[in-house]
């Protein structure tokens, strides 16, 4: 559909690409309808539509921001240590590396040593966003004084010719409605080497992420649409992505996994997934988030995705070598 296009125009999205696009553009509708009609009959609609009114209006767009460079250059180094990759890496080209299996081994080395791009991630979300993400929660009902985050970001790496993921919306896997996606490219991206997704719920105003390291974005990814096509660019796209949710929208949400059309929310079934973060004033006046659970940094699971799905790397290595 793309018709191995690099580029992909968005003003006015091709319509023989919207036409390609539109069986699995409804599926993806009719899946995130079920499984918010499935948590309003959990939460009760009172409850539901008052907290889902608050999160469209204060949460619910999308929104870019700029990194500064000491927080990047941090993030990026924190990877590269627990990668064993060199600091002046060029993530783009990762795919002419190690005859091609220079992904493969990035991820497995992470696996063994994650502790060094853990700490500085987390410290990263605490200092950078929570505090712009409670900004936006200021004149609301309820204050923002408790954030959950992701404890652990989700790492892609999309090669020349590879595909990530078709159109979905986060609800339809389990995720809380009122999760908001902060999204970080490590490299360049753009053009069908990226994400596509609508401004609002319901737009399908389909358009790519734009930008390079530095660049970021946070959107409503739990009721939102969002797609990538095939990498048909030279390079490989490498980003980070996770999640942030207020502490009352948290609470106030049930889970519908048991009613028809509802998906189970294993994020909060059991502990690991979130990390909290409460507010605090200093004697100086300074404003801090400190994350009061878990004590301790905890181990990334399969809820992070690959590679913490691999459950034997030996099988792994086989499989890779049989190909």
Request: glycine share 6%.
């Amino acid at each position: 559909a793309t018709e191995n296009s690099s580029p992909i125009p968005t003003d006015p999205f091709p319509l023989h690409l919207r036409k390609a696009i539109e069986p699995h553009i409804e599926k993806a509708r009719i899946r995130r309808q079920q499984a918010l009609d499935a948590i309003r009959a959990a939460t009760g609609e009172t409850i539901f539509d008052s907290t889902m009114s608050e999160f469209r209006e204060k949460l619910g767009v999308e929104r870019d921001f700029c990194i500064e460079d000491n927080k990047r250059k941090l993030l990026l180094s924190g990877l590269f240590q627990s990668t064993n990759l060199p600091g002046d890496m060029d993530l783009s080209r990762i795919h002419e590396m190690q005859e091609g299996q220079a992904k493969d081994h990035l991820f497995y080395a992470l696996t063994q040593n994650p502790t060094p791009f853990h700490e500085v991630y987390d410290d990263f979300v605490r200092m950078v966003c929570v505090p712009r993400f409670a900004a936006l929660l200021e004149n609301s009902s309820s204050s923002c004084n408790e954030v959950y985050y992701q404890s652990f970001p989700c790492i892609r790496i999309v090669q020349p010719e590879e595909f990530s993921i078709g159109p979905h919306a986060d609800v339809a896997y389990g995720h809380h409605p009122c999760s908001v996606n902060f999204y970080i490219p490590l490299t360049r991206i753009g053009g069908s080497s990226s994400l596509f997704l609508e401004s609002r719920p319901g737009a399908e105003d389909w358009h790519a992420m734009e930008g390079s390291f530095g660049d970021a974005k946070h959107f409503s990814g739990a009721i939102c649409l969002h797609w990538t096509t095939e990498n048909k660019t030279s390079m490989s796209r490498a980003s980070l992505d996770f999640r942030l949710l207020d502490g009352n929208m948290y609470h106030s949400l049930k889970c519908g996994g048991n009613l028809p059309g509802g998906q189970t929310d294993v994020y909060r079934k059991s502990p690991g997934y979130y990390s909290k973060c409460v507010k605090q004033v200093l004697e100086d006046g300074r404003i801090i988030w400190k994350r009061i659970s878990p004590t301790s940094l905890t181990p990334p699971d399969f809820r992070m995705g690959f590679p913490w799905t691999v459950n034997s790397w030996d099988k792994f290595w086989r499989k890779v070598s049989s190909a």
